[in-house]
């Protein structure tokens, strides 16, 4: 295994593939462009270095002695959603790789390849890793602010802003919407899961199972949501094709 010194805030990628020198020439140059990197002979050994954490993207070979790389996207996707699987091949196994891309892994790189080919896709697929685990942050930081401890201490604020300002145009805080109160918890759950999961979908381009990644939850799981909802993913997918997805 081979293991970067450089600063801890670089990206660790596990690099996992059989043919030693591919390995070693791919460790290097990684570690030249200012990577973390780890590497690993066959499947296996790449998933057990993959569950002590700490990575940010994988790189695999499609072709292993032990486990393939749609093996290795299914589990390392299963295990960590969050954590990029970018997966190499070579002659005659473009149909895995495109396979593997279906399954979840996000992207891949063709052989022969250079260093600069694998750093391009890495900044990309970690870049925006980086965003989905800041949108699962926000969301449950949104969602934390509506449990219903957190609503009943909302709840009682906003009561107190809306007796203190004006509402009927003369500076008192006894006019027209004396009976207004907050959203009600569940509606306002609701709203913000609906905004959540358009914004997902318009992102993908009404593509579910990017959508649910992003979300970081399984696709079936997703389509449920998207029922419970009421949200209709075809029709971002038909604005997509007409580049009217703005509208949205």
């Known amino acids: 295994m081979g293991t970067g010194q450089q600063n801890g805030s670089a990206p660790h990628v596990l690099v996992i593939d059989d043919e030693e020198s591919l390995r070693h020439a791919l460790t290097k140059g990684l ?4 990577y973390r990197c780890s590497a690993a002979p066959t499947g ?3 998933v057990e270095q993959f569950v002590t954490g700490g990575f940010d993207a994988v790189i695999t070979d499609v072709k292993l002695p032990d486990l393939s790389g749609l093996d290795i996207v299914a589990i390392l996707t299963e295990m960590d959603a969050t954590v990029p699987v970018v997966v190499m091949t070579g002659y005659g196994t473009m149909e895995m790789a495109l396979e593997a891309m279906r399954r979840g892994a996000k992207d891949y790189v063709q052989k022969p390849f250079s260093v600069d080919d694998v750093v391009r896709i890495l900044q990309r697929a970690i870049h925006e890793s980086r965003l989905t ?105 038909q604005a997509a094709r007409r580049g009217r997805l703005q509208d949205l």
């Open 133 to 237: 685990r800041e949108n699962r942050r926000l969301r449950a930081l949104v969602e934390r602010r509506l449990s219903p401890e957190r609503f009943r201490e909302v709840e009682a604020e906003l009561a107190t802003l809306r007796s203190a300002e004006p509402t009927n145009g003369n500076g008192n805080g006894n006019g027209s919407h004396e009976d207004a109160g907050p959203m009600p918890l569940k509606k306002a759950q609701r709203k913000f899961e609906i905004r959540y999961v358009e914004e997902l979908l318009a992102q993908t381009g009404g593509n579910v199972a990017a959508a649910s990644r992003l979300a970081g939850i399984s696709r079936p799981n997703f389509h449920k949501k998207l029922k419970t909802l009421g949200v209709d993913a075809h029709r971002f997918k």
């Open 44 to 46: 296996r050994t790449g």
């Open 31 to 34: 570690l030249r462009a200012g």
